[in-house]
């Protein structure tokens, strides 16, 4: 018979598979469009997109950007379904951005700043809601998330 702990460990690991299980179609096509629309949102406000998907050692920038003000940026852009399930309407998409994303995005601004001699690389978020109804997405813009 299992011991407790090795039940907790199955009922642990049951329960954390939905929230860890790798996105499936819906969510990719989810994210490509939040990514589109924040980049359109961005453009409409005097930035400039330099780069999409950028990948590096450390892992990917969503944008890199200029500012209207000529400074640089990533922008990390989460995006999230409302009214598919209980989970994805639970959660910000704010709170995706994690102590070990911040990490990562801190060390691609190094990076970049580094490789173009740029004085410094600001940290931008952009969080959309998206409404399954059909109404419009709810887009917030993040102009510096804590680092």
């Known amino acids: 018979m299992?011991?407790?702990?090795?039940r907790l460990g199955r009922l642990c690991r049951r329960v954390l598979a939905g929230f860890c299980a790798p996105p499936d179609r819906k969510d990719i096509e989810l994210g490509r469009k939040g990514e589109a629309?924040?980049?359109?949102?961005?453009?409409?406000?005097?930035?400039?997109?330099?780069?999409?998907?950028?990948?590096?050692?450390?892992?990917?920038?969503?944008?890199?950007?200029r500012t209207p003000?000529?400074?640089h940026a990533i922008v990390e852009v989460k995006t999230r379904a409302r009214g598919r399930n209980a989970r994805s309407d639970a959660l910000a998409p704010e709170l995706a951005i994690t102590p070990r994303k911040r990490r990562t995005l801190r060390a691609i601004a190094k990076r970049l700043a580094r490789a173009n001699d740029w004085p410094r690389v600001g940290i931008e978020m952009i969080a959309i809601e998206w409404p399954d109804d059909g109404s419009d997405p709810i887009v917030r813009h993040h102009k510096a998330i804590p680092r």
Do not use: C, M, T
Request: glycine share 8%.
């Open 2 to 6: 299992p011991s407790l702990l090795q």
């Open 37 to 65: 629309l924040a980049a359109a949102f961005l453009k409409a406000r005097g930035y400039a997109i330099l780069e999409r998907n950028a990948k590096f050692p450390a892992g990917e920038a969503d944008l890199i950007v």
């Open 69 to 71: 003000a000529g400074e």
